[in-house]
């Protein structure tokens, strides 16, 4: 990856974050960090070590839990986590319901 291309990334505060709370939405939070992996063409270690910042509330937790039983791992696996944890019955009725 360029430099130039490094610096035209966007801040944190411009990224996606995620909470897990309230009406959360994980699909968006990972279409948002997609977007942005694939508009820098960002390796996995770049999205990951953001993690900490971009994880809020009770997904941070969730986050660290993980974080300290698996070590680092790359995008691809914290999507599927993410839709493990998030992608419940309650969901998938809302998602249903909205459609």
Do not use: C
């Not at 691809?76 to 009725?93: E, F, G, S, V, Y």
């Amino acid at each position: 990856m360029g430099q130039a291309l490094l610096k035209e990334v966007p801040k944190l505060k411009e990224w996606p974050h995620f909470s897990g709370e309230g009406k959360y939405d994980h699909m968006e939070f990972i279409r948002g960090i997609d977007i942005i992996k694939e508009d820098f063409e960002l390796p996995y270690r770049l999205l990951t070590e953001r993690f900490n910042t971009l994880f809020t509330r009770s997904a941070h937790r969730w986050y660290i839990k993980l974080r300290k039983a698996h070590g680092d791992q790359s995008w691809t696996w914290w999507k599927i986590q993410i839709i493990d944890k998030w992608a419940n019955d309650a969901w998938r009725l809302k998602v249903k319901t909205t459609f």
